[in-house]
């Protein structure tokens, strides 16, 4: 029902910042649960950042709180990751990632897993030197 394209990565300095965006089609943007997700060749999927469907409530991995932030603007029917403080570990190809929720509009699940999740990007690749 919606695809997810992710763009924004490059390479960067440590330190330094990047911002990520996921645009998704179709008009039912705003019934979807966001998140991205990071993934380094041979290694699993891991969950970085989740956002609930109106964009007042998130969840971080503990490795990025602090650094990372998750907004989204339904409006224009996009997620964003604003990346500071960038480190080499967080080299990985990034996914956009969304889940169906007709709930509450505030929800955001806790840390959710590869599999919570409904519809995936293609991922925008991420890459800090030291």
């Known amino acids: 029902q919606v695809q997810l394209v992710e763009s924004g990565g490059g390479l960067v300095q440590a330190g330094g910042s990047l911002t990520l965006s996921c645009a998704a089609s179709?008009?039912?943007?705003?019934?979807?649960?966001m998140g991205w997700f990071q993934q380094a060749p041979g290694k699993e999927r891991e969950f970085v950042a989740a956002?609930?469907?109106?964009?007042?409530?998130?969840d971080y991995a503990d490795s990025v709180k602090g650094r990372f932030t998750i907004s989204r603007d339904n409006a224009k029917n996009t997620v964003y990751l604003q990346m500071n403080s960038l480190k080499p570990e967080d080299t990985a190809v990034y996914y956009c990632?969304?889940?169906?929720?007709?709930?509450?509009?505030?929800?955001?699940?806790?840390?959710?897993?590869?599999?919570?999740?409904?519809?995936w990007g293609k991922g925008t690749l991420v890459t800090v030197s030291s």
């Open positions: 179709g008009r039912t943007f705003s019934l979807y649960v």
């Open positions: 990632a969304g889940k169906l929720a007709l709930g509450e509009s505030d929800y955001v699940p806790t840390h959710p897993n590869y599999y919570a999740m409904g519809y």
């Open positions: 956002i609930s469907r109106n964009g007042g409530n998130t």
